[in-house]
């Protein structure tokens, strides 16, 4: 069932929050990039990320929203400024930047593909962006409807996965398990022994080396 929203009236709750929310994220990963404070920026885009897609989840649960005209406004020049974004955040984040995902769960035998946090953050600012600009000329159910179907075809999917990704980053280093492209060592082949003690050597090497800088303490540093 489609909901068609006017443009006429004031913006509703749900509108406002949508876009509180998606501005918070494109503000959150642009401060994120400008490396200020490197120590935390894996769990801030955590975080950020975790918060964006219950935003997308609501968009994805609402009815299909039908904006009132029937082809998209111009929204002017898209910013420039995108690239950088990406750079800066692939220099941030090396050298935990790519990471491997599966693009469709539900392909059978679909192949693990290689993707980069810098690419899936700054993909996700660009397609958001797009939308604020209608929000922000008064245009309220054309905002709505691109959130919601670039959702539902793009962000929501490249989040989700950038969300894994980061989740797994932290959960390697809090719970000292080492990366094996990072340290070197093959986790599959026994190589620790049956006391694991090579293995818990090397998660402390990553997380002194990988962790502490991206601002995650391993799990025997206090609070997690």
Do not use: C
């Amino acid at each position: 069932m489609a909901s068609r929203l006017s443009d006429a009236a004031a913006p509703d709750d749900f509108a406002v929050q949508i876009a509180d929310q998606v501005e918070s994220f494109i503000l959150a990963v642009t401060e994120v990039a400008k490396g200020d404070e490197p120590s935390s920026a894996v769990p801030y885009l955590l975080l950020e990320v975790s918060q964006l897609l219950l935003a997308g989840g609501r968009l994805g649960a609402h009815e299909d929203i039908v904006p009132d005209e029937r082809y998209e406004p111009d929204t002017g020049p898209e910013p420039d400024d995108v690239d950088e974004l990406r750079e800066r955040l692939a220099t941030l984040l090396d050298p935990v930047d790519v990471y491997s995902e599966v693009f469709d769960p539900y392909v059978p035998r679909n192949a693990p593909v290689t993707s980069r946090i810098s690419d899936d953050m700054a993909d996700v600012v660009t397609d958001l962006r797009h939308g604020m600009a209608h929000y922000r000329a008064g245009r309220t159910s054309e905002a709505l409807w691109w959130w919601q179907f670039s959702y539902l075809s793009n962000w929501g999917s490249t989040a989700s996965a950038a969300l894994r990704a980061l989740q797994s980053l932290v959960a390697h280093v809090r719970l000292d398990t080492p990366l094996g492209e990072l340290d070197g060592l093959d986790t599959d082949s026994g190589a620790a022994g049956d006391d694991g003690e090579l293995e818990r050597e090397a998660g402390a090497v990553m997380a002194a080396e990988i962790g502490v800088p991206l601002g995650m303490r391993p799990s025997g540093d206090g609070n997690v």
